[in-house]
């Protein structure tokens, strides 16, 4: 085997880690350039897309994803609760395995992050992640 291609081959790739480095979203929407230069992991800097209020959410197509951020006022049934972001309200399902062991009261703001579940005569948010925002 040849050493010289072995050589660049082991230097390329001990390099590639410094390149990537500095990666993420840089224009248009970000909040300042220099934060995401001197962001060691990278990633995207600015609004977030996803996030919306309830009245919103009303209006989605089924399986649409969505961000909300209100209160749970109260439960409906075992997997079912009340929400409202001052908007408007809208049925969530939550299952236990999304509680991850936080307990939530009416007072704690929360953002939620689920899919439209629409029926022919109703809308609800399948939750896919529920957090407490401090």
Do not use: C
């Amino acid at each position: 085997m040849k050493k010289l291609p072995v050589i660049a081959l082991v230097a390329a790739l001990a390099s590639a880690p410094v390149f990537a480095a500095n990666g993420g979203f840089d224009g248009p929407g970000a909040a300042t350039n220099t934060t995401a230069q001197t962001s060691p992991t990278g990633g995207f800097i600015g609004p977030n897309s996803g996030e919306m209020t309830v009245a919103k959410a009303l209006d989605m197509s089924d399986d649409s994803w969505v961000i909300l951020r209100g209160n749970i006022v109260k439960q409906l049934d075992h997997k079912h609760y009340e929400f409202t972001d001052g908007t408007g309200t809208i049925n969530l399902e939550i299952s236990e395995k999304r509680w991850n062991g936080i307990n939530v009261t009416p007072k704690d703001k929360v953002e939620i992050r689920g899919k439209i579940d629409k029926d022919w005569n109703s809308r609800e948010v399948e939750v896919k992640q529920i957090q407490i925002i401090k």
